[in-house]
């Protein structure tokens, strides 16, 4: 447990020893990995197993090493500390090392240190400590009533593949070019123009060496002897499946993206939807002068850009979303790779198992989200904000429909990424525990999916999203829309489906931006937040979708409305700030979480008007999703009451009040997500001219005395006003405070100012972060930025010199160090025990205090052994941060033995063990 950054902050110093000349500058070293020892022993600032502060290059790193490699994936590797976010860090080449500069550090509180992706633990067993006795297998839902139409079926249409290889293209911030490069999947014989849908797939790793097994790498550009892996040629069969109902189809190769987007402040989806752009602009070329395109597309029919899906796996589908945004609302020439206008229009997008770190949604475009029940790369299913996120930003007339495929991992919807299949070594992403196998997702597991069936279950519900965004088949939205109807060509699946958006009128909604709702017999939760108000307590095992954290460790404005019975008939009852109108609607949709493998609970639904007339809509049941410890199944069921008895009771639809369910089961928790007016249909869709806003970062040096004042720099384009939530973080304790800001024309806008005291003490960078996400009426490219205040004052000096370098037994040993300057971060010294030379005796185990030793070894050797052969022989000290000085001691026992005089020698090192400068001595002599 690290008890704050400024007990571990380690500087890079000048070093000269005392009486002897320097030879050169030496970096002051790192503190070693644990153990090790101090003067004064500190056991509650002692390093997690597995992490260090390291120096490198003349900087310093909090660093972490995995037992073995870490795959490259798409959920982003962060380090936190008591749950907030300490920072990015960069991988290391061997796959197991993960090293975050100190001066990016993002949080000045370094306590309870933890490596995440998605919200699952790295550097701890999956489920550690959580499980008692081999838990049941879940059961499976039962399967849904057949759809009106199997958009799974192959079409009519035979197909033919190419594949064009462009030249590369240079985007910003990324120092090596990315290539452009398609797989085009084409169908034979097709008339007229014929829509096209893009692939793109997510983050992988992207080289290989052919003939060895797991040798793989995340360069860019590959290694001589490697080959790149083709991570694009993985959705071939999705293609052929499209191209046999008349799409042309291309999927495009990201590994240049892949192999630099560890330093985006993104994760990459500006560069990748300025790739899938350069593509589309390539596809307007060809279409256009179509003797001008590559022999692949020349193949197949001519191209009808008005009508384009984009489909995008994990980190792919983010990418999909920003070249929707892009296209629509103009992103900063300065970030953007693609800088012509756009020619296209992109009529929906789908996203499989993706990521979404902006947590910044296009409301106005169709989307459909596949959600792998047992996804173990982004785990924590964040996708599901591409539908929750999109609620009351804008018309609400675009259906966004997530789509729960239960035993469905991460890798497996691309071939190249799945074992057996794929040309280049390939893994099962869901995490491996052979001593405990998950009863729900473990391969072999009665409910997971095979890898043909989970490829299979992906391809039907692409085709449906083309079916219904770009064909306008609407009795295809029952496949989709929560109305629990199942595609044939998905089985033996069990696929389950909610949205909001569509034909779905006013609602209730526990983060309705009219104003707070009024909760009894419940209580409004925060989605994220540390304590009481989550929604999801600590006990309760597993995570949801809906609760996926974006940024602050608090997210204001972000609830859900949770009910907690111990009997029968506690009714909850949510009460809007102003009566809506549900006239014209059929029912009432209601999306709503129960437990995992919870069974049979019922509700009765009632509502009222402003008058207080009472009217009881009907029933419903819900179960719990399948799902275990190790998954994110507190995912919501949508169910529907209809609205008949409303108006048989003669309530007034036009100002419905109050909505109520009343438990029927003797016990149980449930969410309310929210609850709608619906009707069936699916609505055209046009995008409203929302206000863009993209948040930039400013580099400041810190200067030497006084204040500046700073302006963080955002950008806000657009004619229509608009509201965000915004978020400044306070860069001592990482803590966030938000508030809600208008901005657009006519209002005050973003205007965040930032003191930079500037001093003449060495220190870390300080970021000012501030954080932004849409209310209403925005998009958010760009969702983090704000100042750098850049430490520009020199390294201070530091010099060691003996206090007490010759003592009688019992007495310490003692060296101070001291700084020529104080510092604003505490300054290390590194000593390593050496041989003594000359033939003299050398201080032993016996000879020193056993607690002291205890730290520096394992176990006591016994017999006593020389100190410089122990095996861990490493001695350091700090210079606390505004202090000049601190000693290295080497406290020493008086014992009965008669002996001559016996030495210590140290050999200052740097973190890899170089020497820096000569050695020096300490030497005791016998008690008389």
């Given at each position: 447990?690290?008890r704050?950054?400024?007990?571990?902050a380690?500087a890079?110093?000048v070093?000269?020893?005392a009486?002897?000349?320097p030879?050169?500058?030496?970096?002051a070293?790192?503190p070693?990995?644990?153990p090790g020892?101090?003067?004064?022993?500190?056991?509650?600032?002692?390093?997690p197993?597995g992490?260090?502060?390291?120096?490198?290059d003349?900087?310093?790193?909090?660093?972490?090493?995995?037992?073995?490699?870490v795959?490259?994936?798409?959920?982003?590797?962060e380090f936190r500390?008591?749950?907030e976010?300490?920072?990015v860090?960069e991988?290391?080449?061997?796959?197991?090392?993960f090293?975050l500069?100190?001066?990016e550090?993002r949080?000045a509180?370094l306590?309870g240190?933890?490596?995440e992706?998605?919200?699952?633990r790295l550097?701890?067993?999956?489920?550690?400590g959580a499980?008692q006795?081999k838990p049941?297998?879940?059961k499976?839902p039962p399967k849904?009533p057949?759809?009106?139409v199997?958009?799974?079926?192959?079409?009519?249409y035979a197909?033919t593949t190419?594949?064009y290889n462009?030249?590369?293209v240079?985007l910003?911030g990324?120092?090596?070019?990315?290539?452009?490069?398609?797989v085009v999947?084409a169908?034979?014989?097709a008339s007229?123009?014929?829509?096209?849908?893009?692939?793109?797939h997510?983050?992988h790793?992207?080289?290989?060496?052919?003939g060895?097994?797991?040798?793989?790498?995340?360069d860019?550009?590959?290694?001589k002897g490697?080959?790149?892996?083709?991570?694009?040629?993985?959705?071939?069969?999705?293609?052929?499946?499209?191209?046999?109902?008349g799409?042309v189809?291309v999927?495009?190769s990201?590994n240049?993206?892949?192999?630099q987007?560890?330093n985006?402040?993104?994760g990459?989806?500006?560069?990748?939807?300025?790739?899938?752009?350069?593509?589309?602009?390539?596809w307007a070329d060809?279409a256009?002068?179509p003797?001008?395109?590559?022999?692949?597309?020349?193949?197949g029919?001519k191209t009808?850009l008005?009508r384009v899906?984009l489909v995008?796996?994990s980190?792919?589908?983010e990418?999909?979303?920003r070249?929707v945004?892009?296209?629509?609302?103009k992103p900063?020439?300065a970030?953007?790779?693609y800088?012509?206008k756009?020619?296209?229009?992109?009529r929906?997008?789908v996203?499989?198992?993706?990521?979404?770190f902006?947590q910044?949604?296009?409301p106005?475009v169709?989307?459909l989200?596949i959600?792998?029940?047992c996804?173990?790369?982004?785990?924590d299913?964040q996708?599901?904000?591409?539908?929750?996120g999109?609620?009351?930003v804008?018309?609400?007339?675009?259906?966004h429909?997530?789509v729960?495929?239960?035993?469905?991992n991460?890798?497996?919807f691309n071939s190249e990424?799945?074992?057996?299949q794929?040309q280049a070594p390939a893994?099962?992403?869901?995490?491996?525990?052979?001593e405990?196998?998950?009863?729900?997702c473990s391969?072999?597991a009665a409910?997971?999916?095979?890898?043909?069936q989970q490829?299979?279950?992906?391809?039907?519900?692409?085709?449906?999203a083309a079916r219904?965004?770009v064909?306008g088949d609407?009795r295809?939205?029952?496949?989709?829309?929560g109305?629990?109807?199942?595609?044939?060509?998905?089985?033996p699946?069990r696929?389950?489906?909610h949205?909001v958006g569509?034909?779905?009128?006013?609602?209730f909604?526990?983060?309705?931006?009219?104003?707070?709702?009024?909760?009894?017999g419940?209580?409004?939760c925060?989605a994220?937040?540390p304590?009481?108000?989550a929604c999801?307590?600590?006990?309760?095992?597993?995570?949801?979708?809906?609760?996926a954290?974006w940024?602050?460790?608090?997210e204001?404005?972000?609830?859900?409305?949770a009910l907690d019975?111990?009997?029968?008939?506690?009714?909850?009852?949510v009460?809007?700030?102003?009566?809506?109108?549900?006239?014209?609607a059929?029912?009432l949709a209601?999306r709503?979480?129960?437990?995992?493998?919870?069974r049979?609970?019922?509700?009765?639904?009632?509502?009222?008007?402003a008058?207080?007339?009472r009217a009881k809509?009907?029933?419903?049941?819900?179960?719990g999703?399948p799902?275990t410890d190790?998954t994110?199944?507190?995912?919501?069921?949508?169910v529907?009451?209809?609205?008949?008895a409303?108006?048989?009771?003669k309530?007034?639809?036009g100002k419905?009040?109050?909505?109520e369910?009343?438990?029927?089961?003797?016990?149980?928790?449930?969410?309310l997500?929210?609850?709608?007016s619906w009707q069936?249909?699916?609505?055209a869709v046009?995008?409203a001219?929302?206000?863009?806003v993209?948040?930039g970062r400013l580099?400041?040096?810190e200067?030497d005395s006084?204040?500046r004042?700073?302006?963080?720099?955002?950008?806000?384009?657009?004619?229509n006003?608009?509201?965000v939530r915004?978020?400044?973080?306070d860069p001592?304790t990482?803590k966030?405070?938000?508030?809600?800001?208008?901005?657009?024309p006519?209002t005050a806008g973003i205007k965040?100012k930032v003191?930079v005291?500037g001093?003449?003490?060495?220190?870390?960078?300080?970021p000012?972060?501030i954080?932004?996400k849409?209310v209403?009426g925005?998009?958010?490219?760009?969702d983090?930025?704000g100042?750098i205040?850049?430490?520009?004052?020199p390294?201070?000096?530091?010099s060691?010199?003996?206090v007490?370098?010759?003592?009688t037994?019992?007495?310490?040993?003692t060296?101070r160090?001291?700084?020529?300057?104080?510092a604003?971060?505490?300054?290390?010294?590194?000593a390593q025990l050496?041989p003594v030379t000359?033939g003299?005796p050398?201080l032993s185990?016996?000879?020193v205090?056993q607690?002291?030793?205890?730290q520096?070894?394992?176990?006591?050797?016994n017999?006593?052994v020389?100190?410089?052969?122990v095996?861990y022989?490493?001695l350091?000290?700090?210079v606390?941060?505004g202090e000049?000085?601190?000693d290295?001691?080497?406290?020493t026992i008086?014992d009965?033995?008669?002996?001559?005089a016996?030495?210590?020698?140290?050999q200052?090192t740097?973190?890899?063990?170089?020497p820096?400068?000569p050695p020096?001595?300490?030497?005791?002599?016998d008690?008389?």
């Amino acid at each position: 447990m690290i008890r704050g950054r400024r007990a571990w902050a380690t500087a890079i110093a000048v070093l000269t020893v005392a009486g002897v000349a320097p030879t050169g500058a030496y970096a002051a070293p790192a503190p070693p990995e644990i153990p090790g020892a101090t003067a004064t022993p500190q056991p509650g600032d002692a390093l997690p197993p597995g992490w260090r502060i390291a120096g490198e290059d003349g900087q310093s790193h909090l660093e972490w090493r995995a037992p073995e490699p870490v795959p490259m994936g798409d959920a982003r590797v962060e380090f936190r500390a008591n749950g907030e976010l300490v920072g990015v860090p960069e991988p290391q080449d061997d796959g197991r090392t993960f090293r975050l500069p100190m001066d990016e550090v993002r949080t000045a509180d370094l306590g309870g240190l933890a490596v995440e992706a998605a919200g699952r633990r790295l550097d701890e067993a999956p489920g550690a400590g959580a499980r008692q006795a081999k838990p049941p297998a879940p059961k499976l839902p039962p399967k849904l009533p057949a759809g009106a139409v199997d958009p799974g079926k192959p079409g009519k249409y035979a197909t033919t593949t190419g594949e064009y290889n462009l030249a590369s293209v240079k985007l910003p911030g990324f120092p090596a070019p990315v290539e452009m490069r398609g797989v085009v999947v084409a169908p034979k014989k097709a008339s007229g123009k014929r829509p096209i849908a893009l692939f793109l797939h997510g983050r992988h790793s992207t080289c290989y060496i052919p003939g060895k097994n797991e040798e793989t790498s995340g360069d860019w550009p590959c290694a001589k002897g490697s080959k790149p892996i083709p991570s694009h040629r993985g959705y071939l069969r999705d293609q052929k499946l499209l191209a046999s109902q008349g799409y042309v189809t291309v999927s495009i190769s990201a590994n240049g993206i892949n192999g630099q987007d560890w330093n985006a402040e993104d994760g990459g989806a500006q560069a990748r939807s300025s790739l899938i752009r350069n593509h589309l602009g390539r596809w307007a070329d060809w279409a256009a002068k179509p003797s001008s395109a590559p022999a692949a597309v020349r193949k197949g029919p001519k191209t009808d850009l008005s009508r384009v899906l984009l489909v995008g796996h994990s980190r792919g589908g983010e990418g999909v979303n920003r070249a929707v945004m892009d296209s629509l609302y103009k992103p900063s020439a300065a970030q953007d790779g693609y800088r012509s206008k756009a020619r296209w229009k992109i009529r929906g997008t789908v996203h499989i198992g993706p990521t979404i770190f902006g947590q910044n949604p296009v409301p106005d475009v169709p989307s459909l989200t596949i959600l792998p029940g047992c996804d173990g790369d982004v785990s924590d299913l964040q996708g599901q904000v591409f539908t929750d996120g999109t609620r009351g930003v804008s018309r609400g007339k675009a259906l966004h429909s997530s789509v729960y495929m239960v035993g469905a991992n991460h890798n497996y919807f691309n071939s190249e990424w799945t074992p057996g299949q794929a040309q280049a070594p390939a893994n099962d992403d869901f995490w491996r525990e052979p001593e405990s196998p998950d009863p729900l997702c473990s391969p072999g597991a009665a409910g997971r999916l095979s890898a043909n069936q989970q490829h299979k279950a992906g391809a039907t519900y692409i085709a449906a999203a083309a079916r219904l965004f770009v064909g306008g088949d609407d009795r295809v939205r029952q496949l989709v829309d929560g109305t629990g109807r199942r595609a044939p060509s998905a089985d033996p699946a069990r696929v389950l489906t909610h949205a909001v958006g569509g034909n779905r009128g006013a609602g209730f909604l526990p983060d309705d931006p009219r104003g707070a709702l009024k909760v009894s017999g419940a209580k409004l939760c925060d989605a994220v937040a540390p304590g009481r108000t989550a929604c999801l307590s600590e006990r309760d095992p597993g995570s949801s979708p809906h609760f996926a954290q974006w940024r602050p460790e608090h997210e204001a404005g972000r609830r859900a409305v949770a009910l907690d019975w111990k009997k029968p008939g506690t009714v909850a009852r949510v009460t809007l700030k102003k009566p809506v109108s549900v006239k014209g609607a059929k029912s009432l949709a209601l999306r709503v979480a129960v437990p995992p493998n919870t069974r049979g609970t019922r509700f009765d639904v009632h509502v009222k008007d402003a008058t207080g007339k009472r009217a009881k809509l009907g029933s419903v049941r819900i179960d719990g999703l399948p799902g275990t410890d190790r998954t994110t199944s507190y995912w919501a069921r949508e169910v529907r009451v209809p609205l008949t008895a409303a108006t048989r009771a003669k309530l007034n639809l036009g100002k419905i009040a109050s909505l109520e369910l009343t438990p029927k089961s003797r016990s149980g928790k449930a969410w309310l997500m929210d609850a709608w007016s619906w009707q069936p249909g699916t609505p055209a869709v046009k995008a409203a001219p929302l206000a863009r806003v993209d948040i930039g970062r400013l580099t400041v040096k810190e200067g030497d005395s006084g204040f500046r004042t700073y302006q963080v720099p955002v950008r806000t384009t657009g004619k229509n006003a608009g509201a965000v939530r915004l978020y400044v973080v306070d860069p001592e304790t990482g803590k966030s405070a938000g508030r809600l800001v208008k901005v657009g024309p006519g209002t005050a806008g973003i205007k965040v100012k930032v003191k930079v005291e500037g001093n003449k003490r060495y220190g870390w960078d300080k970021p000012h972060d501030i954080l932004v996400k849409a209310v209403r009426g925005t998009v958010i490219g760009a969702d983090a930025g704000g100042v750098i205040a850049v430490n520009d004052d020199p390294m201070p000096k530091v010099s060691i010199k003996p206090v007490t370098a010759d003592v009688t037994e019992g007495a310490p040993l003692t060296w101070r160090v001291s700084l020529s300057e104080k510092a604003d971060i505490e300054i290390w010294a590194l000593a390593q025990l050496v041989p003594v030379t000359g033939g003299r005796p050398e201080l032993s185990t016996a000879d020193v205090d056993q607690e002291w030793l205890s730290q520096l070894v394992e176990r006591i050797p016994n017999p006593a052994v020389p100190l410089s052969k122990v095996e861990y022989g490493t001695l350091w000290t700090t210079v606390p941060a505004g202090e000049k000085s601190a000693d290295l001691t080497v406290p020493t026992i008086r014992d009965q033995v008669k002996e001559p005089a016996e030495y210590v020698r140290f050999q200052l090192t740097d973190d890899e063990g170089a020497p820096l400068g000569p050695p020096f001595e300490g030497m005791v002599r016998d008690a008389p």
